[in-house]
DNA sequence: TTAATATGTCTATTGATATAGACAACTATA
DNA sequence: TATAGTTGTCTATATCAATAGACATATTAA
């Protein structure tokens, strides 16, 4: 696993950048939990078959997102080793489903808007195409971290506030709470990555190449009738999805 | 949507690779389907602030993967567009899965090894690290592409025999029957994202910085005995993942 | 047939990426 | 206190990535 060679050449994504993901992504498996260190440039360079100077480049670029920090004559010292676990179930609630695995959590909302819902929304909410709908911008963070970024929308009508209650709470669960829905249940959630966008990438204080994860999610009151459509964009090198049956 | 859609320089990622991964991203979300053309190159050089001979080099890249086809007078055609949609249940199979969404299925037995387990197939199949585990290397295609690339771990004592038996029927479900296990469950499956290294590359004919979808799933027999840990790794551009609660 | 609209090809220039080698500066330890 | 091992800095060179402009060539529609 701890792998030769795997940068390619010309392919549009310079090495550098192919070598800091490596890294970034073998730092979070655990692969220098043994030394709390990376591997000294030169043996990194061998390893991935480049010039020290590129394996330097993509160090530069780990230490420049906080997540590595070099000291001359010691090493490259690991300094953030992030991945949340968040499990998707029936019941699946953001904040609830970080759990104990941070000490603390928030919710931003970015932003809010009504406005008419788009076929896609009006599917998934069993609404009328041009619909009214609430669509609220959120941001999610863990220990001062930011996790994922959402795009909800909710019925208009049935909602109204919903943004000042979440504004309120920082939690969805708590602002439905407060518009008289004691509960909810996760009907449908789809799962696919993708490369972020601009605006995602300067919200999840993400790198270009940076990789999403996207949950397409469904929840309904528990007469079935939904509430709540939304697509989240977590880090994927920050977290995982567990599905248990 | 056009203006938002843009490019970030000096990141390490080309700007025509940016490019190529973008418009591969809106075939496959069916934002051409009207045409079933890519607007022109000056139209696109504009809508990304960049010159046309950086489009020219993302259209090359995705003619090259045999996504569009370029027409001189003409213009850019669509010739394949790809997504597979892939139910995780309590009763995942990859074959079944697919469904009617490709005519046919194939499963290619790459590589077989019996070997010791490692800490974390042990755990997963409830074995003594150590203990003796098959692992079998396969290739999933649905009509002649491939789809996923997976490494699966069983029991070698009670499982002898299943690369054989693979290999004959191309389904896990098939091999499973005629080694007497007539059925089984998904017990967990955990969803990441991450880039594809140099030989999945190859083996789903992806373009380096390409994304997987990453799904380790463990199953288990009717008594909730572990048969089966995986890792599957998805094309994240042809799949997504659907679950369903 | 013509004009408008596409893609295809060529030259030229600039900045980013990658390699190569040499040596300085700092840390831990034998 | 040497010495080995590590990161930091510098110079130089070659190739890739991106821009710019001009014009050729093919298709479609007026």
Known sequence: MAGLNQV??????ALWRQIADRIREAIGNGAYDETGMVP?????????????HTVRSALAALAQEGIVRAVQGR?????????????????????AGIGDQARETRGLLLDEVTEEASAEVARWLR???????????????????????ATSW??????????????????????FVELGLADYVRATTEVTAAHADTADLADLELTP??????????N????GMPVQYSISRFAADRVQFTIEN
Chains 1, 2 share one sequence.
């Open 127 to 149: 609404l009328k195409p041009g619909a009214k709908v609430i669509r609220l911008e959120t941001l999610r963070e863990a220990d001062k971290r930011p996790v994922s970024k």
């Open 220 to 223: 309904t009151d528990l007469d």
């Open 40 to 52: 000294p440039e030169t043996v990194l360079a061998l390893q991935f078959g480049v010039n020290r």
């Open 8 to 13: 390619q050449r010309q392919t549009g994504v």
């Open 154 to 175: 909710f019925p208009a009508e049935r909602f109204a506030g919903i943004g000042e209650a979440y504004r309120k709470h920082q939690s969805i669960t708590k602002a």
């Open 209 to 218: 190449g940076a990789i999403l994860l996207v949950a397409k999610a469904m």
């Open 75 to 95: 090493g490259t010292l690991i300094e953030r080793k992030e991945r949340l676990n968040f499990p998707i179930t029936r019941r699946t609630r953001f904040t």
